[in-house]
Structures are given as C-alpha cells and as structure tokens.
C-alpha cells in the first residue's frame, strides 16, 4: 500500500503511463467526457471532493509543463481562478473558451470527474518532464 502521493490507483496508474506534452483532465461533475477517453469518477456528492483538492494532490504527484483553462473560469469563478493560479505556481496557463476546451479533451489520456459543483472548474494539465 502506497502511503504517499495519490492512493486512487486509476489516477497513479494514468499519470505513471503519461509521457512528455500528454494530457490529462480535472473536471468538475458537469464536465462532458467523450466516450474514448478514460473517466475516473471520483465523485461522491455535490463538492466532493473539489476541483480544488484534486488539482493539489494531482499537482504533488506529476511534472507539469502547461495548463489549459476556459477563460470563462476568469470571471465566472474568480475564487477558484485565483487559487488554481496560486497552486500552478508560475506554470504558463492558456485560455480557450469553454467550447475549445471540450474539444481538447478527446486528446486527454483521462478525465478525472470531480464532485465540484461550480461553473468552469475544469483544467487541462500537460506533462512536462523531470529531468532537462
């Protein structure tokens, strides 16, 4: 049993199989999931768990290059906006609208479904590399 770092083996498993500039999806409950790509739902009820903790346990355990949010998270729902900023900690962070970030998670090699329950809370992390 693993006793640091992400304990949900569908998560470990995809970020352990993720290489260089792959991607891989936070989305809060509402989120649509294409049919081909992998859904990890975790769930639960309205909130939980948030958008926000799973970001902070996805971000502890893999190397990020990029993020892509919609930019209607911007205005839409500033508080988590500002926090995913914080929790990015510098990593460059592009905004497409919310029908362009749809499209890019067909290229996703999963989506993790969330019981957030806010308008825009959905990210698209990029796998960067450990090593330079």
Not at 62 to 68: K, N
Not at 92 to 120: D, W
Request: charged share 20%; proline share 5%.
């Amino acid at each position: 049993m693993r006793k640091n770092g992400i304990l949900n083996s569908d998560i470990a498993a995809v970020i352990a199989r993720m290489g260089h500039t792959d991607y891989i999806v936070i989305g809060d409950c509402g989120l649509p999931i294409p049919d081909t790509v992998k859904r990890i739902d975790l769930a639960v009820k309205p909130g939980l768990p948030s958008y926000l903790d799973t970001l902070e346990a996805v971000l502890a355990d893999m190397e990020i290059e990029s993020a892509v949010i919609a930019s209607e998270m911007t205005e839409q729902n500033v508080p988590v906006y500002d926090r995913t900023k914080a929790l990015l900690n510098g990593i460059p962070i592009k905004q497409v609208s919310h029908e362009a970030f749809k499209g890019l998670t067909l290229q996703a090699k999963a989506v993790i479904r969330t019981g957030e329950a806010t308008p825009y809370a959905n990210i698209i992390l990029q796998s960067g590399v450990f090593f330079k």
